[in-house]
């Protein structure tokens, strides 16, 4: 298990427990159900890089403890 912070940059933080080889669109979904917005309108973004839902975490080299830029749609 690892954890992952997603930060809006608006005051929200959300850590975020999850398997490497899960997918960003796992990953979305949990930060879907602790922050209250849909999955589909929440994009995740490290620097300019915008992280596709059918990629797996260990692909994009995300670790336990990285932060990741949470934006919305």
Same mark, same amino acid.
């Given at each position: 298990?690892? *954890?992952?912070?997603?930060?809006?940059?608006?005051?929200?933080?959300?850590?975020? /427990?999850?398997?490497?080889?899960?997918?960003?669109?796992?990953?979305? /979904?949990?930060?879907?159900? &602790?922050?209250?917005?849909?999955?589909? /309108?929440?994009?995740?973004? /490290?620097?300019?890089?915008?992280?596709?839902?059918?990629? &797996?975490?260990?692909?994009? *080299?995300?670790?336990?403890?990285?932060?990741? *830029?949470?934006?919305?749609?």
């Amino acid at each position: 298990m690892i *954890e992952i912070t997603c930060n809006d940059r608006l005051g929200k933080k959300v850590r975020v /427990k999850c398997n490497p080889d899960d997918t960003i669109g796992d990953l979305k /979904k949990l930060v879907a159900a &602790q922050t209250g917005t849909r999955a589909d /309108k929440i994009v995740l973004k /490290k620097w300019y890089t915008i992280f596709k839902d059918h990629v &797996q975490l260990a692909d994009y *080299e995300i670790h336990d403890g990285m932060n990741l *830029e949470l934006y919305y749609s």
